[in-house]
Structures are given as structure tokens and as C-alpha cells.
């Protein structure tokens, strides 16, 4: 009877050992859930910083921009610098082509920073294209285009491509119906 009672005191010893080896185990997993969550938030923390300083950066790369454009478009030997068109053109249409590229670059810089989607981006494209000087500085353009491959720019640029066509080829006067709206990725 002492065997079996020492037998059973052992049962009992090791079946404590294991519920307090659970336990710890628990206490170990919920520790490390909990670190794990924190580190999960903190990482999303980080990504949301990273887009607001993208977007904060594209914003301020705008802004240079514009500043260079308006420099070149009111000073017309500073103009020659952006001179890059397919053809020769007059000091006047190289200041309309710099403006043209300003509109452009503008509504490109709102998508990227994401104060518009695709679709809408398509339809003020559709608005400013409807102007000659606008789609001949396009044209103009064509070969610097043809560098950017593999860019979303590119990408915004072939979109561009296909609407003029579509433009050019509408047996419509309606413009503001030619061409479907892509739907944002």
C-alpha cells in the first residue's frame, strides 16, 4: 500500500509539473502574441509614415517644377534649355508647350500623391487634350515618352496615347463621352 501511495504522490507530482509547464507555456505564447501585435502596429505605423513623406516629397518635386517651368516660360533664353521638342518651334509655342507640360504634370502629381484616381485622371486628360496647342505639345513630347518604359508614368502616358486616338477617330462631338474611364488598380 506505501508502493501504490508513493506511485500515486508521483502521478501527482508529474501531472503538477505539467499543468505548471502548460501554464508557463501559455504565459509565454500570450507574451509573444502581445509583442507580436505591437510590432505589427508599430510596422504599420512606419508604412503610413512612408507614404505621407512619398506623397510630401512628390509635393514638393511639383512645386520645383513649376518654379522651373515659370522661370523658362517668362525668361525666353532659359526657355531654350527645355527646348526638346521633335521640331523646331517659335519662342511663343515653346512657352505654350512648357504651360502644356505644367497642366500635365500637375494632374500627374495629383494622381501619384493620390488626391485623384485613375478614372478621374482620365477625364481631366479628356478636357485638357481637347486643345490643339495641347495635344501638338504632346505629340512634340513623343520621343522623351518613349524613354520612360516600365514606369507608371509610361503606363499614364500609353492611356494618354489611346484616348487621343479614340479622340481622333470619334465620329462624335461629344469629346467628354469618347473613351471608357479605367478603373483604378
Known amino acids: 500500500m506505501a508502493t501504490r501511495n508513493i506511485g500515486i504522490q508521483g502521478l501527482r507530482s508529474a501531472a503538477a509539473a505539467g499543468l505548471g509547464m502548460a501554464a508557463g507555456a501559455l504565459v509565454a505564447i500570450a507574451a509573444q502574441k502581445q509583442a507580436m501585435d505591437t510590432l505589427h502596429e508599430r ?8 507614404r505621407t513623406q512619398q506623397r510630401s516629397n512628390l509635393a514638393r518635386q511639383q512645386r520645383q517644377h513649376w518654379e522651373l517651368l515659370s522661370k523658362a516660360i517668362d525668361d525666353t533664353e532659359l526657355a531654350e534649355v527645355l527646348d526638346i ?16 507640360n505644367a497642366l500635365y504634370t500637375n494632374l500627374l502629381c495629383y494622381y501619384r500623391i493620390g488626391n485623384m484616381g485613375r ?9 485638357i487634350f481637347q486643345n490643339p496647342i495641347v495635344r501638338e505639345y504632346w505629340y512634340a513630347t513623343q520621343r522623351q515618352r518613349a524613354s520612360l518604359t516600365g514606369t507608371e508614368e509610361a503606363e499614364l502616358g500609353r492611356l494618354v496615347d489611346d484616348l487621343l486616338l479614340q479622340l481622333e477617330e470619334a465620329d462624335t462631338d461629344e469629346w467628354w463621352v469618347v473613351g471608357e474611364p479605367p478603373t483604378d488598380p
Open 43 to 50: 510596422l504599420d505605423q512606419l508604412e503610413q509614415h512612408a
Open 85 to 100: 521638342f521633335e521640331r523646331p518651334v517659335t519662342p511663343e509655342r515653346r512657352r505654350q508647350y512648357l504651360f502644356a
Open 119 to 127: 478614372d478621374e485622371f482620365f477625364k481631366h486628360v479628356r478636357g
